[in-house]
């Protein structure tokens, strides 16, 4: 195999393209997800392995930059861009079409903010995903009907 491409450019495997994501049999990935004004915050524009990604924008008071997120639950692989990510800190999280904040749906046991991305077009907190606004806390879940999904309990699904 070559080091350079057609073009003379340098190849730099990725390590995490050659294993399965997340190392999980069976996987829960979203599709679709909306911010409160109906915006999808899937993208192509960030991929993990096979699946669009999860953009959003994020600050911490004049530092902003976008956030990639998997869409596989449970699995936390992020990328930062713009912004250096600092471990324990709370972010601010918003559309980046829009601009519009993530609301917070409660406060999360390490401190921090679950903030909500809606399943569907509709801002209703009966479908939504929660997740914390703590970089290293990985605190999350699904809200479905009266459903509450963690990963404790899809594991045993």
Request: glycine share 8%; with cysteine.
């Amino acid at each position: 195999m070559s080091i350079f491409d057609k073009k003379g450019m340098l190849i730099f495997p990725n390590p995490k393209k050659h294993r399965p994501i997340c190392d999980e049999e069976k996987l829960l990935v979203f599709t679709e997800c909306y911010c409160p004004n109906g915006h999808n915050l899937i993208t192509k524009n960030a991929r993990f392995n096979e699946f669009d990604g999860i953009l959003l924008k994020i600050s911490k008071g004049e530092k902003t930059g976008q956030i990639a997120l998997s869409p596989v639950y449970g699995c936390e692989l992020r990328v930062a861009i713009g912004i250096e990510l600092t471990e324990g800190t709370q972010y601010n999280l918003s559309c980046p079409e829009c601009d519009a904040a993530l609301p917070i749906f409660s406060k999360c046991h390490c401190g921090g903010d679950i903030f909500a991305l809606f399943l569907d077009k509709e801002v209703k907190f009966d479908s939504f995903i929660g997740a914390c606004n703590r970089v290293g806390c990985a605190n999350s879940y699904i809200q479905i009907g009266k459903e509450l999904i963690t990963s404790a309990r899809l594991e045993a699904i």
